[in-house]
């Protein structure tokens, strides 16, 4: 899939509107600044979009776009283009392509025109969609014909590229519509638009198969995305499986479950549990002590200590480790990795402690956020008390002093079975770089699949959904499998 | 025959033990160099820092007596860092001399994704190079911890993609080297563990 850099234009300044709206401008500059900044490789495809032209419907930006193009970039423009002169202007300013909006859904007899004169190869149809209905004129009123009526008629006069928009989704840094590029039946190479904002976006957007290029704005202005990333990550985007993480949530040496962290019962033995695990596929394992916050650690130690003479996977452990100490016995006792939640919120120094004494690999923030008002807070005491401290920037935070991964739980869906809480996974993975496990929530296979393709995770995490046997850990890699996405 | 894993201090050994036994190993375990000089079959482990790990061998003169025993004739599988320590050099800190057993040297990940790689990863067997320890598991998914590694080594027997190439495993004549974590790898990291302490 290509990941295309792409700039809006507007008074020969780069900008960005929310929503299509003129009234709501971000400025970021002259366009030749920002073009270095990104550090687009020459021979790379550029997306512009001349917005002045897109209202007025003249070409505008022509001097800018001049010089993008003596560059050695691959320039393709859109903005207003309702002629075959204006298409013609365009060209002659040395783009490789044309990028045709409102005709190519409103004009039919223009467009062909455009074609006949340019060639098919050198137009890009641009299909704008809100709420499934197509939108014209700068996204300021309803087209006439549907989206699959468009997208026949541009299939047959040869056209083999579409750029489709979701308008709600556009610079609004939400996600790009998984569901409606999954939907899209069409031979036309099909280059998606609109909400590309994480890293994750870009890997979920060229599994979908009917993806063949995205543009991503200003995710790329805000340093959210950088493009050498994407393109390393999409060039190769199943060598990396994402991983399904049983979680085993133990309680005096016993494997029990609760709902929303209380009302707890018993579910077996963790050898036992761990064990088959690992025979069904589990790419990792995680034992979260709850009792440790509130009792004796001797039984977590020696729990830790039978797991791990049986398991040949990676093995985390989480809960009621307080200094470098604790973390050091978990590691004796056949931890991989070591999870800590309330002690790193009382004292963040633990966290960059224990990396430095025992490397980044070794160490994952656990972090229970739960809705408080507009935001996420970060809870405490097994997600019984809330530490007043932002979930998001408590993350960041974490990243920054030595977190090798982040166990991200929504207290709130924890144990409901009603889908991982996707708002505050892509909250944490548009902010943080390093990989996010989804936990809380998990009730149904295509939980699973939102948590990695919108929510960003690198991997999923249930606890009774495997518990009570609903669902196998094959049976969510076979689904997950199916969707495009990579298991081991 | 036994197998003689190398008791590093620098290195998971109690992992990788339990591992090797589990695929049927006569293990010892052991730091003294005469019994490592003596062996047949050697295993070094390592995690974390390749220098700490070379100056261990060093000041224990083990790098002495891996030198003798695979002079010998005998069969020595590397593992993560006891993988890196099996080639020329690193570039760790300037660059630090390892055991010379296979050619090339490991340097840091400079591809556009997160260093360390922590996670799975499809490993793909070089087409011609014989018999090696991945026999029916040449193209499967093994797990990695590292922020080190070479790259296109002479001796590669299979390679991995982390934004690039990187060698996985390296083998030259009886030495192995296995840049991820058998221990960790459940079943196809028993398979290459079963296959090494097979190898005759």
């Known amino acids: 899939m290509d990941v295309i850099p792409s700039l809006d234009l507007l008074g020969s300044q780069v900008v960005r509107l929310l929503r299509g709206d003129y009234a709501t401008v971000t400025s970021y500059g002259d366009p030749e600044s920002v073009l270095d900044s990104l550090d687009v490789p020459r021979g790379s495809r550029l997306h512009l979009v001349d917005l002045e032209a897109s209202r007025s419907g003249r070409p505008v930006e022509l001097a800018i776009v001049r010089r993008f193009a003596q560059r050695d970039l691959r320039v393709q423009v859109g903005g207003g283009i309702r002629s075959l002169a204006d298409a013609q202007a365009w060209i002659d300013a040395?783009?490789?392509?044309?990028?045709?909006?409102?005709?190519?859904?409103?004009?039919?007899d223009v467009l062909r025109a455009i074609v006949d004169a340019l060639g098919a190869s050198r137009v890009i149809a641009a299909i704008d969609v809100r709420d499934g209905v197509v939108r014209v004129g700068g996204w300021e009123r309803d087209a006439s014909t549907t989206l699959d009526e468009v997208l026949t008629r541009v299939e047959s006069l040869g056209i083999t590229e579409a750029l489709i928009t979701d308008i709600n989704k556009d610079g609004a840094m939400c996600g790009p519509s998984f569901a409606l590029y999954r939907s899209l039946q069409t031979k036309l190479r099909i280059i998606a638009s609109g909400g590309v904002s994480t890293l994750g976006d870009v890997v979920s957007l060229s599994r979908l198969g009917s993806v063949g290029g995205c543009?991503?704005?200003?995710?790329?202005?805000?340093?959210?995305?950088?493009?050498?990333?994407?393109?390393?990550?999409?060039?190769?985007?199943?060598?990396?499986?994402?991983?399904?993480?049983?979680?085993?949530?133990?309680?005096?040496?016993?494997?029990?479950?609760?709902?929303?962290?209380?009302?707890i019962r018993d579910a077996g033995d963790p050898v036992e549990c761990a064990t088959r695990y690992e025979t069904e596929g589990a790419d990792e394992l995680v034992i979260l002590d709850i009792s440790a916050t509130d009792s004796n650690r001797t039984t977590a130690l020696d729990t830790v200590r039978r797991v791990s003479e049986s398991l040949f996977i990676p093995l985390t452990v989480g809960g009621g480790v307080r200094t470098i100490e604790d973390f050091r016995a978990l590691l004796r006792a056949g931890a991989d990795r070591v999870a800590i939640n309330t002690a790193a919120l009382r004292n963040p120094q633990l966290i960059a402690d224990c990396a430095r004494e025992f490397g980044v690999q070794a160490v994952v923030l656990s972090c229970d956020a739960k809705h408080v008002g507009d935001r996420f807070e970060a809870m405490v005491r097994s997600g019984k008390e809330s530490s007043n401290v932002d979930a998001v920037e408590w993350c960041k935070r974490a990243e920054?002093?030595?977190?090798?991964?982040?166990?991200l739980t929504s207290v709130d869906r924890d144990g409901t079975n009603a889908g991982y809480d996707i708002e505050l996974l892509r909250a944490v993975t548009r902010t943080v770089r390093i990989s996010v496990i989804a936990s809380g929530g998990a009730g149904a296979l295509e939980h699973f699949r939102d948590a990695i393709e919108a929510g960003g995770a690198r991997a999923v995490l249930a606890a009774s959904l495997f518990h009570d046997r609903r669902l196998s850990i094959g049976d969510v890699k076979r689904y997950l499998a199916a969707e495009g996405i990579p298991v081991r | 025959m036994i197998t003689t894993l190398i008791d590093s201090p620098v290195a998971n050994v109690a992992n990788i033990a339990r591992a090797l036994r589990t695929v049927g190993a006569d293990l010892q375990v052991t730091r003294d160099p005469e019994v490592i000089a003596n062996a047949e079959k050697l295993v070094l482990p390592g995690v974390g820092s390749f220098i700490a790990a070379m100056r261990w061998l060093e000041e224990h003169r083990i790098d002495a007596a891996i030198h003798a025993a695979v002079q010998r004739g005998a069969t020595m599988l590397g593992v993560c860092v006891g993988h890196q320590l099996l080639f020329d050099c690193s570039q760790e800190m300037g660059a630090t001399r390892g055991l010379g057993l296979v050619r090339g040297e490991v340097r840091k990940y400079e591809g556009a994704l997160p260093v360390p790689q922590i996670g799975w990863n499809r490993i793909q067997s070089v087409a011609g190079r014989g018999p090696t320890l991945f026999d029916g598991v040449e193209n499967e998914v093994f797990y990695f911890v590292n922020s080190y590694a070479a790259s296109h080594a002479p001796d590669e027997v299979a390679f991995a993609d982390y934004a690039g190439s990187f060698t996985a495993a390296v083998q030259r004549e009886r030495v192995f080297g296995l840049q991820f974590h058998p221990e960790k790898s459940s079943a196809a990291g028993l398979r290459v563990l079963r296959n090494f302490v097979a190898w005759t």
């Open chain 1, 215 to 263: 543009v991503i704005g200003r995710a790329l202005l805000d340093r959210r995305i950088r493009l050498a990333e994407a393109r390393a990550r999409v060039a190769t985007p199943n060598a990396i499986p994402e991983r399904i993480i049983p979680c085993l949530d133990v309680r005096d040496g016993r494997v029990v479950k609760g709902v929303n962290f209380v009302g």
């Open chain 1, 400 to 407: 920054e002093l030595g977190t090798g991964e982040i166990l």
């Open chain 1, 94 to 108: 040395g783009v490789e392509k044309v990028v045709i909006g409102t005709v190519a859904a409103d004009s039919p």
